[in-house]
């Protein structure tokens, strides 16, 4: 019997916070940061070993219930975009995160990921849901959790990323799983980001899908990564060894002489002095680095060119955007980068990291996390949607986009979105470049 339809409804409900949102915090104002991020839908899952301590039914109630308390703290996720788009209506009459429990009586997660193997996280996560449903960009938070026969659980989250980013969702996620596991030592979000960051921009992110063609995973484990170090011939971090490498693929298997490369900067670390991690929220830009073959393709020259990229968003250029002039200071960031995209601007690459989240700290009192993927809204045809929004395969919005996360046992994992032309001489020149690098692995072996 097909894995898609081997399973059973547990059920279906919307859950509330524990006690209602109080008056004045009914309405959450979001910050300009969240009105320029995009409408789409991310979408991950997050798979756990075998569950042994106690039953499925206990184990969903128990979830439900703190994932109730946590709702209080991160009211925000219950509740719903207003329709100008400039904050977040927390009213008890609509509020809610959608909570599905299915179970797979008699397959287990190996079964499925024999029958599906990477495309496991997208058929879950698309288990009764139906193209045009509303729901997909109604709620800011939904939650999916699927039993299997082996005993093995996992959780599907999706968030809209016009609410939080994938910073703000991490934290979120350990303090439901610390409530859950029942810790009382939960700290509460910080919701500084709209006073810090004033919404005077009245302006929307508005990004085309595009036509995507093939999404590969690839795991760099330890001695890859150290390999990679080396090669670089100085001190770079794991990611930017990765992401320099990846790089320097790309560049082979593109006709281009040149590339310019977005790479994604957590802004709470940039600001001076920084800002706390619980800050609840967007805040984040992309750092722009040109790279041009004849200039040098070595690994480390590349390193260096992504980290003084990155090093430029400091400070000062986080300080301009803050408080009543910001909108100001944030056009003149976006003017610099216009300008140098109009001077440089050939193939693009796009670089986001999730690496350093601490995911894999999470234990919701069954277990670490074995291993936790990305999805996207796969229906089975040709069509995917994303956000409420169709596109063609892929993860996101972009051609050439790269998600990096932690890997298991302390490796990166990259997803990497490329076109069919240029995916042989990429995986080719990846091959040779680190040859430690494993295309597609099993992760269900812990």
Request: with cysteine; hydrophobic share 40%.
């Amino acid at each position: 019997m097909s894995g898609i339809i081997d399973y059973e409804i547990i059920s279906s409900e919307i859950i509330k916070p524990s006690y209602p949102t109080p008056s004045h915090l009914k309405v959450y104002k979001l910050s300009m940061f969240d009105r320029l991020a995009d409408s789409w839908v991310v979408p991950f899952l997050l798979y756990f070993p075998c569950n042994s301590r106690e039953k499925f039914a206990a184990l969903s109630g128990r979830l439900k219930d703190s994932l109730s308390v946590a709702l209080t703290r991160f009211y925000p996720l219950a509740g719903r975009i207003s329709e100008d788009g400039g904050s977040i209506n927390c009213d008890r009459d609509v509020e809610g995160v959608p909570f599905k429990v299915f179970q797979y009586r008699s397959r287990t997660l190996s079964d499925l990921y024999q029958e599906y193997g990477d495309n496991l996280s997208n058929r879950l996560y698309t288990l009764e849901e139906k193209k045009g449903d509303g729901d997909l960009n109604t709620f800011i938070l939904r939650i999916k959790l699927y039993g299997f026969a082996c005993g093995r659980v996992a959780i599907s989250t999706a968030f809209l990323h016009k609410a939080l980013d994938g910073s703000a969702m991490a934290y979120f996620l350990k303090s439901w799983a610390h409530i859950a596991g029942g810790c009382n030592d939960v700290v509460s979000p910080n919701y500084i980001l709209s006073c810090l960051f004033p919404d005077d921009t009245q302006e929307e992110v508005t990004t085309e899908m595009c036509s995507l063609d093939k999404m590969v995973k690839y795991v760099f484990d330890r001695d890859a990564i150290s390999s990679l170090q080396s090669k670089c011939g100085e001190r770079v971090s794991r990611v930017m060894a990765v992401c320099a490498v990846i790089l320097k693929c790309f560049m082979a298997a593109s006709p281009n002489e040149s590339m310019l490369v977005s790479n994604i900067v957590n802004l709470r670390r940039r600001a001076q002095p920084p800002l706390s991690e619980d800050c609840f929220g967007n805040l984040f830009t992309s750092a722009l680095a040109h790279a041009v073959k004849d200039d040098g393709t070595e690994l480390g020259f590349l390193a260096k060119k992504l980290r003084g990229s990155v090093t430029g968003i400091d400070g000062e250029y986080v300080g301009r955007m803050m408080g009543e002039n910001g909108a100001d200071g944030y056009r003149r960031n976006v003017k610099t980068k216009e300008e140098y995209i109009a001077d440089k601007g050939e193939e693009m690459l796009f670089f986001t990291s999730w690496c350093g989240f601490g995911l894999y700290d999470l234990d919701f009192g069954f277990g670490s996390l074995g291993w936790f993927s990305l999805a996207r809204l796969d229906f089975g045809d040709d069509d995917e949607m994303i956000g409420g929004r169709l596109c063609t395969d892929g993860l996101g919005p972009y051609l050439n986009h790269v998600w990096l996360g932690d890997g298991q046992c302390g490796g990166v994992e990259a997803l990497v979105t490329i076109g069919d032309d240029h995916f042989p001489a990429f995986d080719g020149r990846l091959k040779l470049e680190a040859a430690a690098v494993t295309r597609n692995p099993n992760p269900f072996h812990y």
